[in-house]
């Protein structure tokens, strides 16, 4: 059995960048993902705002045409609000070469990445081996692992985290997507916003394109989108605005997005919290990308500088409750929008948008900077400790 410093379970982008930066510390990690490959099961549009595209190093042919205009249309789709920006404001990635590149970007610092390895789970208390307290982390049809920590970047619905006994995520968009290749040369692309209850209870229905593929999908509650999220989608599809005609195959993608806020308890002795599983999304956005980079950043300084003092104070700078802090607005804002159950309030809400105020108060939310706390200059706070 080997003894690692850090195993992180999860290979997608929050797991993969917390592993390049542990291991750029020196640290000897090791990534597993069940997927034999990290071009399936692909669950994000990939749409990465202006301030990640400003703050992270993303190669720039991953990444589609920038995005100035997004339109707000009401359930009757008729007269929506355009607001435009003067600087592009988001670009849509291809995800399954970003998830390629961070692979790559990882294991060039000295991490190891699995594919096809199912974790199994955690031991309930350290153990010694080689030496060191670890913990054994079990996995199916393969050798267990003793792990000095263990990172949970399994996704919304984290087993790590129940594992750990740390906090679980309880409030869920459910979310789908088609995507589909589009003709060259098209329009100026835009993010079409459709704020509809009938068919995204909660959230709304998009489209956006990435200058090949255009992403044509739609999220809210689980328990009001019905006759079902897959009938749901194919139905907006059919007539969604800013569609442009399909050609080819299509591509589904899907799944849960955590919309509760950051979690309060995102670390304990034997490991801790990233991406998804700590609930690094925007709850008002549902936008996970930019959360996932800047957490994990902070994620990486507070498990490099505990596991080299071995001073457990070192994780309440890994503090869910003070980032959490930072979203109150976004919450009570989350709580209002899921109120919005009639197409008629839904009609209400986005007239009162068309003002002066309803506009500013739209872009900054669109277009603004705080969608997630500035943690970098905690991660720096934390090596000075």
Do not use: K
């Not at 957490?295 to 457990?312: F, H, K, M, Q």
């Not at 986005?350 to 105020?357: D, E, K, M, S």
């Amino acid at each position: 059995m080997q003894t690692v410093d850090v195993l992180v379970v999860g290979a997608g982008l929050a797991g993969l960048h917390t592993a390049r930066l542990l291991a750029l510390r020196g640290l000897d990690v090791i990534v597993v993902d069940r997927r034999r490959s990290l071009t399936t099961g692909i669950r994000t549009t990939g749409i990465f705002v202006r301030r990640t595209l400003d703050d992270f190093d993303l190669p720039d042919e991953l990444l589609g045409p920038g995005i100035r205009d997004v339109l707000l249309y009401p359930p009757s789709r008729r007269s929506p609000i355009r607001l435009t920006s003067d600087r592009d404001e988001y670009r849509v990635a291809d995800m399954a070469a970003v998830y390629g590149h961070a692979r790559e970007a990882a294991e060039s610092a000295g991490a190891r990445v699995l594919l096809g390895v199912r974790y199994a789970g955690v031991s309930a208390g350290p153990v010694r081996h080689a030496g060191v307290s670890a913990s054994l982390v079990r996995f199916a049809g393969a050798e267990p692992v003793a792990a000095r920590f263990v990172v949970g970047a399994d996704g919304a619905r984290s087993r790590v985290a129940r594992d750990l006994g740390l906090d679980v995520n309880r409030r869920f968009l459910v979310g789908a997507e088609l995507v589909h290749p589009i003709a060259p040369g098209a329009d100026a692309p835009a993010f079409h916003c459709v704020l509809d209850p009938r068919i995204a209870p909660g959230y709304l229905g998009w489209v956006v394109d990435d200058g090949r593929h255009a992403h044509v999908g739609v999220a809210g509650h689980p328990g009001a989108m019905l006759p079902g999220v897959r009938r749901t989608l194919d139905a907006f599809a059919a007539d969604a605005p800013g569609r442009p005609a399909p050609a080819g195959p299509v591509e589904r993608r899907g799944g849960p997005i955590p919309v509760g806020g950051v979690l309060r308890r995102l670390a304990c002795p034997a490991g801790l919290l990233v991406g998804d599983a700590a609930g690094a999304v925007s709850p008002l956005t549902a936008g996970g990308l930019d959360p996932c980079l800047r957490l994990s950043e902070l994620a990486a300084a507070v498990t490099a500088d505990y596991l080299r003092t071995g001073d457990e104070s070192v994780l309440g700078r890994y503090d869910g409750g003070a980032l959490r802090s930072r979203f109150r607005g976004r919450l009570l804002l989350r709580r209002a929008f899921a109120g919005i159950r009639s197409p008629v309030l839904a009609e209400a809400a986005v007239a009162a948008l068309r003002g002066r105020a309803g506009r500013a108060a739209a872009a900054r939310i669109l277009f603004g900077d705080g969608s997630f706390p500035d943690v970098p200059r905690l991660a720096d706070s934390t090596r000075s400790a």
